[in-house]
T-cell receptor, first 115, second 108 residues
């Protein structure tokens, strides 16, 4: 079953703790993305990566970090520096060729709640 | 600045009525526009893109560069169309910018 797998689906964290959200894809896509989804604000881009070992900040990167050591994986760490981390996080990917280029494929999301 | 505006947070129509979800964008170059949809308990997924010029599930959207709009239309709404709809702009590079979304509710 091809697609994007995000884990965990639900995560609770205490203030001051870092947490890492997993994103794995088996679509052989080159580019991967992390978005944050908040009610009334749509999706906002946190980080994206075009190729392995390379990534760029999106519009709301402060308090987040990522790595891209493998093509299939793009984990997101929500650090204690993120002031309002409670949100729904979406991972996505795009291929670079043919008709699939530029079309985002999304994971099911991870809901993070800070207690 | 690159921006996507969806002015309606909620749109409620009766089954069989026409529906139009508005989307305006701000971008100085040549944009690529999309509509994504999220049905209840399902993943966010592509509905249609302007370069395909196709109708999906009865929905169409025309890019109007003069009005910088990409409104989504369907002549006869169905209950299964109830979902969250996002307009999105790919403005060069690898970034896709989303609007705030419009929740469509189709009443029986």
């Amino acid at each position: 079953d091809g697609g994007i797998t995000q884990s965990p689906k639900y995560l609770f964290r205490k203030e001051g703790q870092n947490v890492t959200l997993s994103c794995e894809q088996n679509l052989n896509h080159d580019a991967m993305y992390w978005y944050r989804q908040d009610p009334g604000q749509g999706l906002r881009l946190i980080y994206y990566s075009q190729i392995v070992n390379d990534f760029q900040k999106g519009d709301i990167a402060e308090g987040y970090s990522v790595s891209r050591e493998k093509k299939e994986s793009f984990p997101l760490t929500v650090t204690s520096a993120q002031k309002n981390p409670t949100a729904f996080y979406l991972c996505a990917s795009t291929g670079l060729q043919n008709s699939g280029a530029n079309v985002l494929t999304f994971g099911a999301g991870s809901r993070l709640t800070v207690l | 600045a690159q921006r996507v505006t969806q002015p309606e947070k909620l749109l409620s129509v009766f089954k069989g009525a026409p529906v139009e979800l508005k989307c305006n964008y701000s971008y100085s170059g040549s944009p690529e526009l999309f509509w994504y949809v999220q049905y209840s308990r399902q993943r966010l997924q592509l509905l249609l893109r302007h370069i395909s010029r196709e109708s999906i599930k009865g929905f169409t959207a025309d890019l109007n560069k003069g009005e910088t709009s990409f409104h989504l239309k369907k002549p006869f709404a169905q209950e299964e169309d109830s979902a969250m709809y996002y307009c999105a702009l790919k403005a060069g590079g690898f970034k896709t910018i989303f609007g705030a979304g419009t929740r469509l509710f189709v009443k029986a």
